[in-house]
C-alpha cells in the first residue's frame, strides 16, 4: 500500500522568508512523487513531480522540492515567499511498483504567508 | 486552465436523490479519475476508468458508481444520498498512454451540498 503524511495542518512565513512545507511516503517500489497547490474554489494545479534521477526538482512558480530516500521525505521548498503563495498544498505518491495508476494524497498543508 | 471541465460547478439536493456529475477530461487524455474531498477525509481516490474500462476502484460506496463513454466523457453518480456525501467531487485525468510517471490534471470540481 501507498501512503503520505504531511505532518503539519499550517505553516506560516513572513513574506520574502524561505518556506518549507514537509511530506514523508510509504511505498513498496520506487515512488513517484508530486505536489500540488490548490487556491480556493479551484481544482489542484501540478506543480512539479519527482520520477528518478537528480533528488532536487525544480517546478512552477519558483517552487522545487528535495527527494530524500533514506528518509522517505520529498519536501517542497521555496527561496523566498510571496503573498499569492498562500494556499492549500498536497503532496502525492505513485508506487511505482503497485501497477495502478492512482495517486494517492495527503491530507493538505495550508500555507499562509504574511505580508 | 488545466483542460478538464467538470459540470455542473455547485449542486444542492436533498437527502435521499440521485446526482450525476460529469467530467470532459483534456483532449487527448484515455484515464479519468474521480476524487472526493471533504474536511475531514481529505481528498479519497474513488475509481479510475481507462478508455472506458474501469481500472482501479479506491473507497467508493456501493450507491455511487461511474462509467466513461466511448467520447471519452465520465459521469458519477450518486444515489440515496446522505448529509455525509456533501463535498466536492474532483475528476482528473492523465495523458494517453499509461505512464505512470504522468501527473494527473484536475478539473475545478464540483461542490456537492445535501440537504
Known amino acids: 500500500a501507498q501512503s503520505v503524511a504531511q505532518p503539519e495542518d499550517q505553516v506560516n512565513v513572513a513574506e520574502g522568508n524561505p518556506l518549507t512545507v514537509k511530506c514523508t511516503y510509504s511505498?513498496?517500489?520506487?515512488?513517484?512523487l508530486f505536489w500540488y497547490v490548490q487556491y480556493p474554489n479551484r481544482g489542484l494545479q501540478f506543480l512539479l513531480k519527482?520520477?528518478?534521477?537528480?533528488?532536487l526538482v525544480k517546478g512552477s512558480y519558483g517552487f522545487e522540492a528535495e527527494f530524500n530516500k533514506s528518509q522517505t521525505s520529498f519536501h517542497l521548498k521555496k527561496p523566498s515567499a510571496l503573498v499569492s503563495d498562500s494556499a492549500l498544498y498536497f503532496c502525492a505518491v505513485r508506487d511505482s511498483g503497485a501497477g495502478s495508476y492512482q495517486l494517492t494524497f495527503g491530507k493538505g498543508t495550508k500555507l499562509s504567508v504574511i505580508p | 486552465d488545466s483542460g478538464v471541465t467538470q459540470t455542473p460547478k455547485h449542486l444542492i439536493t436533498a437527502t435521499g436523490q440521485r446526482v450525476t456529475l460529469r467530467c470532459s477530461p483534456r483532449s487527448g487524455d484515455l484515464s479519468v479519475y474521480w476524487y472526493q474531498q471533504s474536511l475531514d477525509q481529505g481528498l479519497q481516490f474513488l475509481i479510475q476508468y481507462y478508455n472506458g474500462e474501469e481500472r482501479a476502484k479506491g473507497n467508493i460506496l456501493e450507491r455511487f458508481s461511474a462509467q466513461q463513454f466511448p467520447d471519452l466523457h465520465s459521469e458519477l453518480n450518486l444515489s440515496s444520498l446522505e448529509l455525509g456525501d456533501s463535498a466536492l467531487y474532483f475528476c482528473a485525468s492523465s495523458p494517453k498512454g499509461r505512464s505512470e510517471a504522468s501527473p494527473l490534471h484536475f478539473g475545478n470540481g464540483t461542490r456537492l451540498t445535501v440537504t
Open positions: 511505498v513498496s517500489g520506487n515512488p513517484y
Open positions: 519527482y520520477i528518478t534521477g537528480d533528488n
